[in-house]
C-alpha cells in the first residue's frame, strides 16, 4: 500500500521541440531544428514581444514533484528520471505517480494555463492512456479537467486571483517572498532554453525543485486563508518541512540552496 498523499505540488521546466517547429511553420524550408527554433522564437518577440514557446511546442526537461501528507507535512521532493531526464519518461512517471496515489489533488501555480496542458500534450504525443483524468462522465463539476473542481487541481494563481478576475501581478516570486522564502533567485523560465542548450537540465532540476517547494509554502498559507489549516498549524508544517531540508541539506543541491536563502515569515505586529 502506497503511503497516504493527499496532494502533490508539482512545477513543469519545458524547451523547445525544434524538429517539430521545423516540420509545422517552416516544412519547406529545410530547416535544423536549432535553426527552426531560433528563427521561431525571433518570429515570436516580434509579433508577441515575448519568445515564450505555446504549450504545442515543447517537451518536458524537467518536472519537480513534492508529496504532501494529508496533514500537510512534507514528505518527498524529487525530480522525476533522475539523472537522465527523457521527456517520454518523466511524462509517464508523473501519470503512474498520480495513479498510484490514488489520484491526490494536484497542485500547482498556473498549472492551468501550462503545467497540466504540456503534461496532456506530451501523454497524447506518447500515446498514454489517462482515463481517470480525461473523465468526462458524471457532473460537469465533479470532472477532474474542470476549472473549479479543486479536489482534483488546485491552480494556487487561480485560487489567489479569484479565477483571474484580477491580475495577480507578481507571481510565485511575490508570493513566496511575501512569506520569507526565496523565490526567483538565480533562473526564470526565460533562461531555461539557453541553460538546456548548454547541457544544464541538472541545474535546470534545482531550479524547478526549489519552484516546487516555493509552491508548497505557498499552498499552506492558502490552506490558512481558507481555513483548512490554523496559522500555528501552518507554522508547524514550515519548521517541519525546514528540518526536513536540513537532513537533505548535503545530499539534494535544491535543499541546501533553498535553506540558505531561506528567510522566516513575520506577523504584523499589533499595537
Request: proline fraction near 6%; charged fraction near 25%; charge should be negative.
Amino acid at each position: 500500500m502506497p503511503e497516504p498523499v493527499s496532494h502533490l505540488v508539482f512545477d513543469v521546466e519545458a524547451v523547445g521541440d525544434g524538429d517539430l517547429v521545423s516540420r509545422v511553420h517552416y516544412p519547406h524550408a529545410d530547416l535544423a531544428p536549432a535553426d527552426a527554433l531560433e528563427r521561431y522564437r525571433k518570429e515570436l518577440l516580434e509579433k508577441k514581444g515575448s519568445d515564450v514557446l505555446p504549450v504545442t511546442f515543447v517537451r518536458p526537461c524537467a518536472v519537480a514533484v513534492a508529496k504532501v501528507g494529508p496533514d500537510g507535512s512534507l514528505l518527498g521532493l524529487s525530480s522525476l528520471d533522475a539523472p537522465r531526464f527523457d521527456p517520454s519518461a518523466m511524462v509517464k512517471q508523473f501519470w503512474d505517480g498520480w495513479k498510484y496515489y490514488r489520484q491526490p489533488t494536484l497542485v500547482t501555480f498556473n498549472g492551468r494555463g501550462y503545467d497540466l496542458p504540456v503534461m496532456e500534450l506530451n501523454a497524447y504525443r506518447d500515446g498514454l492512456s489517462l482515463p481517470e483524468w480525461f473523465k468526462d462522465t458524471g457532473p460537469s463539476y465533479q470532472q477532474p479537467r474542470n476549472r473549479y473542481n479543486g479536489g482534483a487541481h488546485l491552480d494556487l494563481m487561480e485560487v489567489l486571483s479569484n479565477y483571474g478576475a484580477a491580475r495577480l501581478s507578481g507571481g510565485l516570486n511575490l508570493l513566496a517572498n511575501l512569506l520569507g522564502k526565496p523565490g526567483k533567485t538565480w533562473m526564470d523560465g526565460s533562461k531555461v532554453q539557453g541553460v538546456h542548450d548548454a547541457g544544464g537540465d541538472d541545474e535546470i532540476n534545482r531550479y524547478c525543485r526549489c519552484d516546487v517547494l516555493d509552491t508548497y509554502f505557498v499552498f499552506l498559507r492558502t490552506r490558512v486563508l481558507t481555513g483548512r489549516l490554523t496559522l500555528e498549524q501552518e507554522q508547524d508544517r514550515v519548521a517541519a518541512a525546514k528540518a526536513w531540508l536540513e537532513e537533505r541539506r548535503d545530499e539534494d543541491e535544491a535543499c541546501g540552496f533553498y535553506l540558505d536563502h531561506w528567510g522566516d515569515w513575520q506577523p504584523p505586529e499589533n499595537d
